[in-house]
């Protein structure tokens, strides 16, 4: 299996602050890898770091091509769709132009793209005039997968998924999201608190302490952790 | 309410006082045609208060900077015209040229002069936007500001149609018309492309956009541009309406008034900005026509606006209102 | 102004270079030494209003006209002492100032500084309106002069020589300068500051927001209360509406930008900025005349904003940490943004 993000020693500071002190992950290509970790760990800013929404230095290497030193803009470009900390849906916008925003970096046709998406999401073309701000959170949620999905992209950066959702609607995302990543061969880094379900859902997983990854390994391998178990399973 | 009038229900309240204003606008001027010529010269010249005030909202939309260079800009557009014309160009000719060449202008000086200061601070934004008044302001007077009578040759002509006794001037008519399709053109531009699409989540979510691929600053870059070319037609049609023609000086009452037209209509708001250019238009003609002893109150009357607006409804008459906050 | 006693050298070499500086210069150039006086003393005040309180005014100009007027309208009317008519534009401007901040306290940001333009383009055009009391475009001249009490006369000095002016300008602005730091060092300072840092968390630790914004109105407000009073003096005596028009409060806010936050040589640089180089400029070459003066000084003011965000105490700050080797950014202090996004 090939490597489609590769991570390597990834430092990234907000002015003064130092958020990730040397960060190495891997992501393989088709697979889902989750990130965990207490608050204020650096979850945010690794998703950040990758679609260049904050100042990194370090290597990142994405399809084979170093990621230099391309902003959120161009990483969309390249294939990366990043979800961010609340969702960043336009709600001003309606649910159809924050579809459309999602082909922004596409050309041509955006039909066959949108109705695939809406194979995902029927209960969206419904709802395309109404203004997205209207939509309950969960609804927001899933626009928000709906939009980064219309953008075509290799790899998904979710970020807290899970937060201020009801957890129905919590599990219906991630069942989503695992079917976009089993039929679509979308890969998935998604940092979540709720590290039941991530892990769940995930192949692979990281552990954040601090900005440093503090442990590593497969699902299983994690969820069997005693220390994991305790601090994060609530064992 | 009763159910046949329930779409109602969704329109907002001020929308009531505009079509209320006017009817009673209608109603004067079948009634005396002295009101009527009034209020035709008021949409005329309103109308050019809106363009400027809706080059205003598009940057304030944008960015959350006043612009106060924005009318300068469109007085030294409208001798760029002039100039054109003195070298043999027809006035339409120059007028697309001054357009295009207003799109140019607008775009570079966000490139060169503001987009190193947005990401600061706004302040210090709006302080490059005044320094920017005077260096136009000087560019312009050195250039043209000797140039004694200058004008540019109306469009228009000053003939009028007979309306029931009424004369509704080709002037005023033309301002009004030139400026609505031009505002049509933008909004279509906004609703309708995808560039338009990306320009307003731009304006609304920069970083959000960036994610979706959106180039943000390039993005405000076209802002300006269209900001600039919206207050180009602002100035190309307030010039021949003005006794002193083509001066330095043309458009800095007119920019008061399209600060006072912006914040009435919410600054947030094209449609209200427009709404509110016409109504500050059709005020001060009405009270040129009907009170002219306080003549040289226009101005402070025009801030009294302004400032009602922003201690009654800070979001102004079309605006969403906002949380309060402590 | 710093917590700490500003370095008793900063202000002993200021207020000496001042003293001498009248003896030095030839007349013109003391008038023009009067003039950054009456700057400095202006943008004093709006660098408590903006840089303590984050409140943006372009409106302050209207206030230097209502001192203006105030000093003009009771010599013409009155023969008061000039300086005594500086002390009753002190007071009127505060109380004004207090009644304009109150409501100020619904807006801010870019609403505030709309609504304070509005002053700045209104106030000046009243004494066309009241031409019978304020002289109209024909202006009120005052009585030159002094008599009652406070007699200043300053032996071989002539009553509103520039070198009186000068001394009363700057006698002022030291007055003023120690009134000031006396405020923001002590409890009210810190309240400014709370309320500019966060309003939220000033309001969380029991500052009352609307006192502390509405006083800090006034106080600037009567500054630049005593700046126009000054300005009339250096004017010979003479008020005109025309003096007064918004592009007065627009070179206010440059001054203040120019001069950065919290330093005395800040606000030196500053009103030096505002009050000299508009009438330097005009000699460029090549381009000349006024339209010369303007494209300088408009290109500086850009040049300014872009190289020196903070001004040129930000520029100060800048080079103290620099002197100390340390490496650290200094964080740059912005004045109050409108909501972010």
């Known amino acids: 299996m090939k490597t489609l993000l590769e991570l390597e020693d990834v430092e990234a500071r907000y002015g003064p602050i130092h958020a990730l002190h040397g960060v190495s992950l891997a992501v393989q290509e088709g697979a889902i890898v989750a990130v965990l970790g207490p608050n204020g760990a650096g979850k945010t800013t690794t998703l950040r770091a990758v679609s260049g929404t904050v100042r990194r230095s370090g290597r990142i290497v994405f399809d084979g091509k170093a990621l230099g030193r391309a902003g959120p803009a161009g990483a969309a470009r390249l294939g990366i769709a990043h979800v961010p900390e609340g969702r960043g849906t336009f709600s001003e916008l309606t649910v159809w132009e924050n579809l459309r925003l999602g082909a922004y970096t596409r050309r041509g046709s955006i039909k066959s793209d949108v109705e695939r998406v809406l194979t995902y999401f029927p209960w969206l073309s419904d709802r395309r005039r109404q203004q997205a701000g209207t939509l309950s959170g969960g609804e927001q949620q899933m626009l928000a997968l709906a939009r980064a999905f219309v953008q075509r992209p290799k790899l998904l950066l979710l970020d807290e998924p899970s937060l201020g959702l009801a957890p129905v609607l919590v599990a219906e995302i991630f069942r989503i999201v695992r079917e976009l990543n089993e039929k679509e061969g979308l890969s998935v880094l998604v940092v979540e608190q709720n590290a039941h379900l991530a892990l769940q859902a995930a192949q692979f997983g990281y552990v954040l302490e601090a900005g440093e990854i503090a442990l590593s390994g497969t699902s299983a391998e994690l969820r069997a952790d005693e220390s994991i178990q305790r601090s994060y399973l609530g064992y | ?326 | 102004m710093r917590r700490r006693l500003p370095a008793l050298g900063s202000v002993a070499i200021v207020a000496a270079a001042l003293s001498v500086l009248p003896f030095v210069l030839s007349d013109y150039n003391v008038y023009l030494g009067a003039e950054v006086g009456v700057f400095f003393i202006a943008i004093l005040g709006l660098n408590i209003l903006t840089g303590y309180t984050g409140q943006i005014s372009i409106g302050h100009g209207a206030f230097m006209a209502i001192g203006a007027y105030v000093t003009a309208v009771m010599s013409r009317d009155h023969g008061t002492n000039l300086v005594l008519t500086m002390l009753v534009a002190f007071a009127a401007c505060f109380v004004i100032g207090l009644l304009v901040g109150l409501p100020a306290l619904r807006l801010s940001g870019v609403s505030l500084a709309l609504a304070t333009f509005a002053l700045a383009v209104s106030v000046p055009q009243l004494p066309l309106q009241w031409s019978n009391y304020l002289g109209g475009s024909l202006g009120v001249q005052a009585s030159t002069k002094p008599s009652g009490l406070f007699g200043i006369s300053m032996p071989g000095v002539a009553a509103l020589s520039n070198q009186w002016i000068y001394g009363v300008a700057w006698a002022s602005s030291a007055l003023l300068f120690g009134m000031a730091w006396l405020i923001l060092r002590g409890r009210v300072g810190r309240a400014f500051r709370a309320v500019r840092d966060s309003e939220i968390a000033a309001v969380a630790s029991g500052v009352e927001l609307g006192l502390y914004k509405t006083l800090a109105f006034g106080i600037s407000a009567a500054y630049a209360g005593v700046a126009g009073s000054l300005f009339v003096m250096a004017s010979n005596g003479f008020a005109q509406y025309q003096d007064f028009l918004v592009v007065l409060s627009l070179q206010l806010l440059i001054g203040a930008a120019v001069a950065g936050l919290g330093s005395l040589w800040g606000i030196l640089v500053g009103a030096a900025f505002v009050g000299l180089l508009p009438k330097i400029s005009g000699s460029v070459p090549l381009i000349g005349s006024d339209n010369g003066r303007d494209i300088v000084y408009g290109l500086l003011v850009i040049l300014v904003m872009l190289v020196l965000p903070g001004g040129f105490a930000g520029l100060l700050a800048r080079l103290r940490s620099l002197a100390r080797g340390l490496n650290r950014e200094s964080i740059p202090v912005k004045l109050r943004e409108s909501s972010s996004q």
């Open chain 2, 1 to 326: 309410m009763p159910r046949f009038l329930s779409p109602l229900a969704n329109v907002q309240p001020t929308v009531y006082l505009v079509v209320a204003g006017a009817v009673f606008l209608l109603v004067g001027s079948l009634d005396s045609a002295r009101f009527a010529s009034l209020t035709v010269g008021g949409v005329g010249v309103g109308a050019a208060y809106g363009s400027l005030a809706l080059a205003l909202v598009l940057i304030y939309r944008a960015t959350h900077v006043i612009n106060f260079a924005q009318g300068e800009l469109a007085m030294l557009t409208t001798y760029i015209a002039y100039q054109l014309v003195q070298w043999g160009l027809s006035y339409w000719e120059a007028f697309f040229a001054t357009l295009a060449i207003a799109f140019v202008l607008g775009t570079a000086i966000q490139v060169t002069i503001i987009r190193p200061v947005q990401h600061r601070s706004v302040i210090g934004t709006v302080i490059v936007t005044v320094g920017l008044f005077i260096l136009i302001d000087g560019i312009a007077s050195w250039r043209w500001g000797g140039i004694a009578y200058a004008q540019l040759p109306s469009p228009f002509g000053f003939g009028a149609w007979e309306v029931g006794g009424v004369p509704i001037q080709h002037l005023y008519a033309g301002m009004f018309g030139i400026v609505l399709a031009s505002v049509l053109l933008v909004w279509a531009l906004f609703r309708f492309t995808k560039i338009g699409l990306g320009m307003r989540a731009a304006a609304l979510r920069p970083a959000a956009a960036s994610l979706a691929g959106v180039r943000v600053d390039a993005m405000l870059a076209l802002g300006w541009g269209f900001a600039a070319v919206l207050g180009a037609v602002a100035a190309l049609m307030y010039e021949p309406s003005q006794f002193s023609g083509l001066t330095p000086t043309l458009m800095q009452t007119a920019l008061v008034y399209a600060f006072a037209a912006a914040v009435l209509g919410g600054l947030e708001s094209p449609a209200g900005a427009l709404v509110g250019g016409l109504a500050i238009g059709v005020f001060l003609n009405m009270l040129a026509g009907y009170a002219p002893q306080v003549v040289s109150l226009e101005v402070p009357f025009a801030f009294a606006a302004l400032l009602a607006t922003l201690l009654i409804k800070p979001s102004g008459l079309f605006g969403q209102s906002q949380v309060q906050r402590v």
